[in-house]
């Protein structure tokens, strides 16, 4: 060992190919050294084996053996000095790392692997918490985009129902001052009339007077007098006059009392936002969609309304379009242009609530109509018509038949959609299903009976084939 530690150094014994002190050394023909698992790797799979230092090459795969005289000798460079991190031979130990702190290398590995198992533990920990953030970013991502949603359909309806309150306002305003115009000029026709009268009899005195004043016959003059000169029976014009009240002052202060809480709403949406569970509008609060599917009803098609191309199911529950008319009977209450279809139960009172999947259609139309529709010829689909209902329109232009129509974007596209009516207050309203978000709501009065309203629009060729189907509520937990 001595001579080891006077002519030798650990860089002498360490392996070209792993660049670390021998393990299990073996040595070439060539008279190379190698660790005898890097020599064995180095080799597999090759076709030529050569030395990895002189490059000699060997006709057949050499039988290594271990050198074990060489490994006896590495061997001794495994007491490890943890003073100063490297391994050292016995006689180096004493030479050069006297009251270093010294260990087998095997001690040293020992411990470094229980060390390595905390590191390894620290690690996995540290990947586990970023996996945790990397969900709750996500989860944010997801919540955020339903909180868009939820914004987006809350603000459309919000606005709508103003808009809608403001036109519903002007279109009173326009019918008051028109009636209070067309009253007045009765009244004044009428206050003419009577002027006109009591004008033409005060002529006909006055008349009657100069013919007294020319006469010469002074005794029929004399007794006619009184009778010309009393004053006739005539009203009191003084005070008269057309009533110029327009009559809208209630409008304006009911408007004001509107506008006045619409902005006190609007404070508070921008405050707290819109509820999570559900978008409505803050002056009309919708009810939950657990609420409102304990209103579900069993709800079909009325067949005797389809229009021909409309093909029906044996059960009543779905409807497409098909590519060409059947011959059917032309009764009052079909549809002959428009390809819809209603339900056979009537709604005149209540709350009822019904699901349609509308699957991957391009088009499709949904809501209400009342009985007394026109079903012949064009029909202009708005409210005042008697129709309340959604559209969609080339895969993702969604539309509410309001007047005029509103447009709004969902980003996430329905695959049902839930329809709720309450007829006593004249709300119809849609809801996205599978997200449980209320999209619209429309406010109306309902003066007859309405029913469900149902359009698959044209197959276009194919591309919108897919029928509306009338499927069963599942409570929502």
């Known amino acids: 060992m001595s001579l080891c530690?006077?002519?030798?150094?650990?860089?002498?014994?360490?392996?070209?190919?792993?660049?670390?002190?021998?393990?299990?050394?073996?040595?070439?023909?060539?008279?190379?050294?190698?660790?005898?698992?890097?020599?064995?790797?180095?080799w597999d799979g090759s076709k030529v084996y050569q030395c990895p230092l002189c490059k000699k090459s060997f006709q057949k795969r050499p039988e290594l053996q271990i050198n074990r005289t060489l490994r006896e000798i590495t061997d001794q460079f495994k007491i490890y000095c943890k003073t100063d991190r490297v391994c050292i031979c016995p006689e180096c130990e004493t030479k050069d790392h006297q009251g270093h702190d010294t260990v087998t290398l095997e001690a040293e590995w020992m411990e470094t692997k229980d060390q390595l198992s905390v590191s390894e533990q620290e690690v996995q920990v540290m990947i586990r918490e970023r996996i945790r953030k990397i969900e709750e970013i996500r989860l944010s991502a997801t919540e955020l985009e339903l909180a868009v949603e939820r914004e987006m359909a809350g603000?459309?309806?919000?606005?709508?129902?103003?808009?809608?309150?403001?036109?519903?306002?002007?279109?009173?305003?326009?019918?008051?001052?028109?009636?209070?115009?067309?009253?007045?000029?009765?009244?004044?026709?009428?206050?003419?009339?009577?002027?006109?009268?009591?004008?033409?009899?005060?002529?006909?005195?006055?008349?009657?007077?100069?013919?007294?004043?020319?006469?010469?016959?002074?005794?029929?003059?004399?007794?006619?007098?009184?009778?010309?000169?009393?004053?006739?029976?005539?009203?009191?014009?003084t005070g008269v006059s057309v009533n110029s009240d327009l009559g809208t002052g209630t409008i304006y202060r009911s408007l004001a009392a509107l506008v006045e809480k619409f902005q006190e709403e609007l404070l508070i949406i921008a405050e707290t936002g819109f509820p999570a569970s559900e978008t409505t509008s803050p002056a009309r609060s919708q009810p939950r969609m657990r609420r409102i599917e304990e209103y579900a009803v069993d709800v079909t098609l009325d067949c005797n309304t389809a229009h021909p191309r409309l093909i029906l199911s044996e059960d009543m529950k779905s409807v497409r379009c098909g590519e060409r008319h059947q011959m059917l009977p032309d009764n009052p209450e079909r549809f002959d242009r428009v390809v819809c279809v209603i339900g056979r139960e009537a709604i005149s009172s209540g709350r009822h609530y019904w699901e349609v999947e509308v699957g991957r259609k391009t088009d499709w139309d949904l809501g209400v109509a009342k009985q007394s529709i026109n079903r012949k010829g064009k029909i202009e689909v708005t409210p005042s018509n008697g129709y309340w209902f959604l559209s969609l329109r080339d895969k993702k232009k969604y539309t509410f038949r309001s007047e005029p129509s509103t447009d709004v974007h969902l980003n996430r596209r329905p695959n049902r959609i839930g329809i709720f009516v309450d007829f006593e207050k004249g709300q119809v309203s849609f809801y996205n299903v599978d997200a449980k978000i209320h999209i619209y709501t429309f406010n109306d009065t309902f003066s007859e009976c309405i029913f469900p309203f149902f359009s698959p629009c044209t197959n276009k060729s194919g591309k919108n084939d897919g029928p509306l189907i009338i499927t069963p509520v599942n409570m929502t937990e």
Do not use: K
């Open 5 to 42: 530690g006077s002519f030798l150094s650990d860089e002498q014994f360490l392996c070209s190919i792993c660049l670390d002190v021998f393990t299990n050394p073996s040595s070439t023909p060539c008279g190379h050294s190698f660790c005898m698992a890097c020599i064995s790797r180095y």
């Open 155 to 237: 603000s459309v309806c919000l606005f709508s129902e103003l808009v809608s309150a403001i036109e519903h306002s002007q279109t009173e305003l326009m019918e008051v001052m028109d009636m209070s115009r067309r009253a007045a000029m009765l009244q004044a026709d009428a206050l003419i009339r009577q002027l006109e009268l009591e004008v033409e009899e005060l002529r006909s005195r006055e008349s009657a007077l100069v013919e007294l004043g020319q006469s010469d016959d002074y005794m029929h003059c004399v007794q006619t007098f009184p009778i010309h000169s009393s004053p006739p029976h005539a009203r009191d014009w």
